[in-house]
């Protein structure tokens, strides 16, 4: 037993000092290899400010655009910047063409253009015995694609009469009663070659990004639908040593020889991308493509809501509180309190680091906004509040004589199913706010939510795990066996 709570002390040390690394002031942030992450509070809209943009419809003014498609475009722009962490986006559709998004904290109008502007529409189109070229832009038309070469064709130039009998060598002749008319002969516009389509990004089922072995250049990994499986390795399987185009919102990514057949439905997508290109293109691919295709008509940074005095009161009124919490729990339960107190630090480190440093694979960092600094606070109540259950629990086996250690574990283990349900019926109200919010727009709900349910999660940790590692090892070492220590 003691072995095993030597372990877990090592455990929790290990995370109380990589969360204070992360809750430092002035991070530096972590790169590793061609891994950067950028590792600070991130403020809302209501805190610092930041990005707001207009987007329509890049329709012609006399085409409709229905009411769906301009909601279907909303929510895919939510779920693009949702998945590029917890922003809190302020999103709202305004009229039946427009589309007004808010975003804390970023101030360049191209990187919000990049990361959910865009249409996202990928195809796959048969390019023959030709490669193409990067770059190239492209316009579908139907079920096949264009190709435009950049040239300009020129512009006929018309019919001259003239009776001048020097003619240019390029001048076509017309005798008529007489007269001489001369005009230029028009010159020949380019052909310009149709390519089909062979698949959308429709058949895509996930898309990841990877990196080369040997360069660590960032590549997009995708794997297809059932149905985009057999698509493509029927063709694939036909055109072996054919070039297959790959595009991107009207631009050729990449332009790869068929070297054998893809029977597997899983492929990889090369090309000159940064990091954060390849992460934005894998967020667009992800979430399909827009229904409509969109446009930036205004984009201008703004204010925050709430004024920076404001926000230091808060702030201040939090610090107290939490100044006031720990001498009571150090007052009335005394080294249990102290104790608890250490585990109350850990756990506001926990929390710090985590709205910083995101959880891998879920988010990348936290917003915090007004509501959601109200979530954290509710949720450190909380933390307390369980404590205090244990406690409670611990005096009442040690007034029924019960011997130290027993009445400790006793403690624990009866106060934990009121702990549980009460924290299980607190996630559930969380997960229903967070439901509302990311369904209805309401971002402010959403981020309580989250705010409040990592809290709780964490408190949990620290209240079940750090205590009790904590209280286990002061009686394994002996300090005090006076119950007046313990609160009694």
Same mark, same amino acid.
């Given at each position: 037993?003691?072995?095993?709570?030597?372990?877990?002390?090592?455990?929790?040390?290990?995370?109380?000092?990589?969360?204070?690394?992360?809750?430092?002031?002035?991070?530096?942030?972590?790169?590793?290899?061609?891994?950067?992450?950028?590792?600070?509070?991130?403020?809302?809209?209501?805190?610092?400010?930041?990005?707001?943009?207009?987007?329509?419809?890049?329709?012609?003014?006399?085409?409709?655009?229905?009411?769906?498609?301009?909601?279907?475009?909303?929510?895919?722009?939510?779920?693009?910047?949702?998945?590029?962490?917890?922003?809190?986006?302020?999103?709202?559709?305004?009229?039946?063409?427009?589309?007004?998004?808010?975003?804390?904290?970023?101030?360049?109008?191209?990187?919000?253009?990049?990361?959910?502007?865009?249409?996202?529409?990928?195809?796959?189109?048969?390019?023959?015995?030709?490669?193409?070229?990067?770059?190239?832009?492209?316009?579908?038309?139907?079920?096949?694609?264009?190709?435009?070469?950049?040239?300009?064709?020129?512009?006929?130039?018309?019919?001259?009469?003239?009776?001048?009998?020097?003619?240019?060598?390029?001048?076509?002749?017309?005798?008529?009663?007489?007269?001489?008319?001369?005009?230029?002969?028009?010159?020949?516009?380019?052909?310009?070659?149709?390519?089909?389509?062979?698949?959308?990004?429709?058949?895509?089922?996930?898309?990841?990004?990877?990196?080369?072995?040997?360069?660590?250049?960032?590549?997009?990994?995708?794997?297809?639908?059932?149905?985009?499986?057999?698509?493509?390795?029927?063709?694939?399987?036909?055109?072996?040593?054919?070039?297959?185009?790959?595009?991107?919102?009207?631009?050729?990514?990449?332009?790869?020889?068929?070297?054998?057949?893809?029977?597997?439905?899983?492929?990889?997508?090369?090309?000159?991308?940064?990091?954060?290109?390849?992460?934005?293109?894998?967020?667009?691919?992800?979430?399909?493509?827009?229904?409509?295709?969109?446009?930036?008509?205004?984009?201008?940074?703004?204010?925050?809501?709430?004024?920076?005095?404001?926000?230091?009161?808060?702030?201040?009124?939090?610090?107290?509180?939490?100044?006031?919490?720990?001498?009571?729990?150090?007052?009335?339960?005394?080294?249990?309190?102290?104790?608890?107190?250490?585990?109350?630090?850990?756990?506001?480190? @926990?929390? !710090? =680091? +985590?709205?910083?440093?995101?959880?891998?694979?879920?988010?990348?960092? /936290? *917003?915090? $906004?007004?509501?959601?600094?109200?979530?954290?606070?509710?949720?450190?109540?909380?933390?307390?509040?369980?404590?205090?259950?244990?406690?409670?629990?611990?005096?009442?086996?040690?007034?029924?004589?019960?011997?130290?250690?027993?009445?400790?574990?006793?403690?624990?283990?009866?106060?934990?199913?009121?702990?549980?349900?009460?924290?299980?019926?607190?996630?559930?109200?969380?997960?229903?706010?967070?439901?509302?919010?990311?369904?209805?727009?309401?971002?402010?709900?959403?981020?309580?939510? @989250?705010? !409040? =349910? +990592?809290?709780?999660?964490?408190?949990?940790?620290?209240?079940?795990? /750090? *205590?009790? $590692?904590?209280?286990?090892?002061?009686?394994?070492?002996?300090?005090?066996?006076?119950?007046?220590?313990?609160?009694?």
């Amino acid at each position: 037993m003691r072995e095993r709570n030597y372990m877990f002390l090592v455990g929790i040390i290990f995370l109380a000092l990589v969360a204070g690394w992360i809750a430092m002031p002035d991070n530096p942030g972590l790169q590793i290899g061609p891994f950067k992450k950028d590792i600070r509070v991130h403020e809302g809209l209501d805190l610092q400010g930041g990005l707001q943009v207009v987007l329509e419809a890049d329709v012609p003014a006399d085409q409709t655009v229905s009411s769906d498609s301009i909601d279907s475009a909303k929510q895919i722009i939510e779920n693009r910047i949702n998945a590029l962490g917890v922003v809190e986006p302020q999103i709202q559709i305004l009229g039946n063409r427009r589309i007004l998004v808010q975003l804390p904290g970023l101030t360049n109008p191209d990187d919000a253009i990049r990361t959910f502007g865009s249409t996202g529409q990928l195809e796959f189109i048969d390019a023959g015995d030709t490669g193409l070229d990067a770059g190239v832009v492209v316009q579908t038309t139907g079920l096949s694609t264009v190709i435009v070469p950049g040239a300009v064709t020129p512009t006929p130039a018309p019919a001259t009469p003239t009776r001048q009998p020097t003619v240019a060598p390029t001048a076509a002749i017309t005798t008529t009663g007489g007269v001489t008319t001369t005009a230029p002969i028009t010159p020949t516009a380019p052909v310009t070659p149709t390519y089909r389509t062979v698949m959308t990004g429709r058949e895509l089922k996930t898309a990841s990004v990877a990196f080369q072995q040997t360069t660590n250049q960032p590549y997009i990994a995708f794997e297809l639908t059932p149905d985009g499986a057999k698509i493509f390795g029927d063709y694939t399987s036909k055109n072996v040593n054919k070039f297959l185009a790959i595009t991107l919102d009207k631009r050729v990514i990449s332009s790869p020889v068929i070297k054998s057949a893809i029977t597997e439905g899983k492929g990889i997508i090369e090309g000159r991308f940064t990091l954060e290109e390849a992460k934005s293109l894998v967020l667009q691919l992800k979430y399909g493509a827009l229904p409509v295709p969109l446009k930036v008509i205004d984009s201008r940074a703004i204010g925050p809501t709430l004024g920076r005095d404001s926000v230091n009161r808060s702030i201040t009124a939090g610090a107290i509180g939490l100044v006031i919490v720990i001498l009571f729990m150090l007052l009335y339960y005394r080294l249990p309190g102290l104790l608890a107190d250490l585990a109350l630090t850990i756990y506001a480190l @926990l929390i !710090l =680091a +985590i709205y910083k440093f995101g959880v891998p694979g879920v988010f990348d960092y /936290v *917003t915090l $906004t007004l509501p959601g600094i109200a979530g954290f606070i509710l949720s450190v109540g909380m933390a307390v509040d369980a404590n205090i259950l244990i406690f409670e629990r611990m005096k009442e086996e040690l007034r029924s004589q019960r011997p130290l250690y027993m009445a400790v574990e006793f403690g624990f283990q009866r106060a934990w199913p009121s702990i549980r349900d009460s924290n299980i019926s607190t996630l559930i109200t969380c997960a229903i706010l967070l439901w509302f919010g990311l369904s209805f727009g309401a971002s402010v709900v959403a981020g309580f939510a @989250l705010t !409040l =349910a +990592i809290g709780v999660l964490v408190s949990l940790f620290t209240a079940i795990v /750090v *205590t009790r $590692t904590f209280l286990r090892l002061v009686l394994d070492m002996n300090v005090t066996e006076n119950l007046w220590w313990f609160g009694v």
